[in-house]
Structures are given as C-alpha cells and as structure tokens.
C-alpha cells in the first residue's frame, strides 16, 4: 500500500496560525482581564513526591487519580464487552423474546443520562445489593496481601463497593453501545455467508461460531477498541460519587489550592494523553486489520 505524501496547504498554515493566536489571546485575557497569576511550578508535586520513608519517588493525586481511571475504564471495557456480546447476539436472534431483550435493554440505556444511571446504580447496588453479598465484610477479612492485590487491580478497601457500583454503572453504559457494534458486525456478513453454511446443514449456532463470528470480529475489533477510548472519557460521570479517580483529584487540587487553570489543563493533557495514545493504537489496527483482509 503507498503512502500519500502529506501536503501542506495555506490553508492549513492559516488554521494553525489562528489556533495559536486564539491561546494566545485566551492566555492574555487570563492574565490582564482576570488578573490570574499562573503557578505552574506547583503542580508537578501533585503528580509525583518523593517517600522519604521508602526513599523512592511515588505516584501522588494527579497520577493516583489517572491509574484509578485506568483501572476503572479497563474493567468496565471487559465487563462490558462480555455483556454487549451477549446482547448483541440477543439482537440477532431467531428468538422473538431474546431480539426484544437486547432491544429493550438498548433503547433504555442508551436514552437515559449516565448520570441518571450512576445515582441508580449506586444506591441501589451499595445500598441494597453490596450488603446482602457481603462484599465489605469479605474484603474487609482478607489478608494484608490479598488487600494488597484488590488495592491494586480495583480500590482500597474503604472504597471498593463505591468502586464497584462505579464500575457496574460505566459497564452497563457501555455495553448498549457494544451491542450495537456486535450487531452491526454480525449483521454486515454477506447474505451468501449465511446460506452457505445452512447450506451444509450448520445450525444457527455453529454459523455463528464457526462461520460468521470469525469474520464479523475483524470488522468489529476497531470500534471496540475505539469504545475503549469513549470509556475512558465516560468515566469522568463517576467522580459525582466521590470515586477518586482524575476528575474528582482535580475538584479535590482545585477546591484545596485555587489553582483553576494549572489545575484542569493538567487533567486535560493527562486524559489527552491516554486517548491520543490509544487513538494511535487503535489506527494501528486498523490499518493491521485491512492488510488481514486484503
């Protein structure tokens, strides 16, 4: 496949010449008409500090918040991938009562607020559910290093069953939006695929598994690794609930220090950060996944 050279325009020279004049401009603006006094020799302290104690460099409650983002959007992908695969497979039944499952399930979802769904889900789920589990007793009566470990992959224990009712909320979210990249995959397989494997006596089940699923996931890889990206984003909603992930750190900086600006362009490069690395992971695929079917 040949590359196209990048040619560069007037126009495009102009677009960036106005771009930053415009921050220019805004910075002038904060300066003179706001009179703020930038401070950004504060805020590296609040991404990393060194432990006297350990004598080593540690993360502190910028990066904290960034790493509990992670973790979060990583499981509330997984969680939802498997959910909206299920669903998606609803979708495309050949049972009426499963198609108005998984379209029911997506019309509502997808049509309320997440807000909405994270005050739901958090009471009811910590209030009602987490309880009857046991969850905070059971993580609660772990040993220090099995502490250790779920402190690790999800949260402190103080915070765990907020953090999972956090994490059920983005995962149902998100999964309405998979289902529909499932079903769309799914249902972009030639009509020929589908005759030919009745054809040779497959039941709807093995025409999924053994004939149209291996096709449909080379188009359905690239959305969902860009639904990745969409989640990392949505998890922001979370920090209502006081998870303690970058958002809310960055209300938590803002409220202690008065630092508004330094404070969310911070957060702004540091979420810019993990989606760019991601969107370029994502493009790689792509291009990965076309070479596959070429």
Same mark, same amino acid.
């Given at each position: 496949?040949?590359?196209?050279?990048?040619?560069?325009?007037?126009?495009?020279?102009?677009?960036?010449?106005?771009?930053?004049?415009?921050?220019?401009?805004?910075?002038?603006?904060?300066?003179?008409? =706001?009179?703020?006094?930038?401070?950004?020799?504060?805020?590296?302290?609040?991404?990393?500090?060194?432990?006297?104690?350990?004598?080593?460099?540690? %993360?502190?409650?910028?990066?904290?918040?960034?790493?509990?983002?992670?973790?979060?959007?990583?499981?509330?992908?997984?969680? %939802?991938?498997?959910?909206?695969?299920?669903?998606?497979?609803?979708?495309?039944?050949?049972?009426?009562?499963?198609?108005?499952?998984?379209?029911?399930?997506?019309?509502?979802?997808?049509?309320?607020?997440?807000?909405?769904?994270?005050?739901?889900?958090?009471?009811?789920?910590?209030?009602?559910?987490?309880?009857?589990?046991?969850?905070?007793?059971?993580?609660?009566?772990?040993?220090?290093?099995?502490?250790?470990?779920?402190?690790?992959?999800?949260?402190?224990?103080?915070?765990?069953?907020?953090?999972?009712? %956090?994490?059920?909320?983005?995962?149902?979210?998100?999964?309405?939006?998979?289902?529909?990249?499932?079903?769309?995959?799914?249902?972009?397989?030639?009509?020929? #695929?589908?005759?030919?494997?009745?054809?040779?006596?497959?039941?709807?089940? #093995? #025409?999924?598994?053994?004939?149209?699923?291996?096709?449909?996931?080379?188009?359905?890889?690239?959305?969902? %690794?860009?639904?990745?990206?969409?989640?990392?984003?949505?998890?922001?909603?979370?920090?209502?609930?006081?998870?303690?992930?970058?958002?809310? #750190?960055?209300?938590?900086?803002?409220?202690?220090?008065?630092?508004?600006?330094?404070?969310?362009?911070?957060?702004?490069?540091?979420?810019?950060?993990?989606? =760019?690395?991601?969107?370029?992971?994502?493009?790689?695929?792509?291009?990965?996944?076309?070479?596959?079917?070429?």
């Amino acid at each position: 496949m040949r590359r196209r050279k990048v040619k560069i325009t007037p126009l495009d020279l102009f677009v960036v010449l106005l771009l930053v004049g415009a921050g220019l401009y805004l910075a002038y603006r904060m300066k003179v008409g =706001l009179h703020y006094k930038w401070k950004w020799g504060v805020i590296p302290q609040y991404l990393f500090r060194f432990d006297q104690e350990n004598n080593k460099w540690v %993360a502190n409650l910028l990066m904290q918040g960034l790493f509990t983002t992670i973790r979060l959007s990583v499981w509330a992908t997984i969680l %939802a991938t498997i959910l909206g695969t299920v669903m998606g497979l609803f979708r495309v039944s050949q049972s009426l009562f499963k198609r108005l499952t998984g379209r029911t399930y997506v019309e509502l979802i997808r049509n309320l607020p997440p807000l909405v769904l994270i005050f739901i889900f958090y009471f009811f789920v910590s209030d009602q559910i987490m309880p009857v589990l046991g969850v905070d007793e059971f993580v609660r009566s772990r040993s220090e290093s099995t502490q250790a470990v779920l402190t690790f992959l999800f949260a402190p224990p103080s915070l765990f069953t907020a953090f999972l009712s %956090a994490l059920i909320t983005l995962a149902v979210f998100e999964a309405a939006y998979i289902t529909e990249i499932v079903r769309a995959g799914i249902q972009s397989i030639e009509k020929g #695929q589908w005759e030919a494997s009745y054809a040779l006596g497959l039941s709807w089940w #093995q #025409q999924m598994r053994y004939i149209v699923l291996p096709q449909a996931m080379q188009r359905i890889l690239p959305p969902l %690794a860009g639904q990745l990206i969409s989640t990392i984003k949505d998890s922001a909603v979370v920090s209502i609930i006081s998870i303690p992930e970058l958002t809310f #750190q960055g209300m938590e900086l803002m409220s202690a220090t008065y630092l508004t600006f330094e404070c969310w362009i911070t957060i702004g490069v540091l979420y810019l950060i993990l989606t =760019l690395s991601l969107s370029l992971a994502v493009e790689r695929l792509e291009i990965y996944m076309r070479r596959s079917e070429a």
